[in-house]
């Protein structure tokens, strides 16, 4: 039920903004099956839109992936979970790769994007293992490509782990 919930809520989001596809192709609007999170192919068609985006990195996953998958799904099981919780009702969470999750937030500003970090940081040290990620955070004012957005983040993300700063 929650699943559907969640996918409605996108379908309903992504009309607003006037994208070309149709919510009648679900297959367009895929959950990934480990995480209940949306995967990249829902955000595909997206064109443009006043949002902030940001793009997520769990740091040193590959450490914890290679001591065996099992361990390595739940972390992104649980991570994921926390991600969800952490945002608001009208914020999307995608899983964008293996380690790679995007936060969409419609209609916020840098210190609203700032907030969720915050809050995701938080919850992340009531976990039962240490989790430590980077981020980048790129707010939109409708006039940039929404894949565009999703690059500068990502950019962001890169360059805050490297000099260790946005890193939690």
Known sequence: ???L????????YINKLGLDATVKRIEDFSI?????AFNRRSIEKRKRAKVAVV???????????D?????????????AKTLKSSIREKDICVRYGG????????????D??????????????ELF???KFSYGIVVGNGDEIFQDLIEKACKEQEIYKKNKKGRF
């Open 112 to 125: 609203d994007a700032n907030k969720a970090i915050e809050r995701i940081y938080s919850k992340s040290n």
């Open 32 to 36: 990934d099956p480990l995480t209940g």
């Open 5 to 12: 919930v969640h996918f409605l809520k996108l379908a309903s």
């Open 67 to 79: 001591q065996g998958y099992k361990k390595g799904d739940e972390m992104l099981k649980i991570f």
């Open 129 to 131: 293992f240490p989790l």
């Open 55 to 65: 793009f997520i990195d769990i740091d040193g996953f590959k450490k914890i992936n």
């Open 1 to 3: 039920m929650g699943k």
């Open 99 to 110: 380690d790679e999750f995007l936060l969409i937030l419609p209609k916020a500003n840098k």
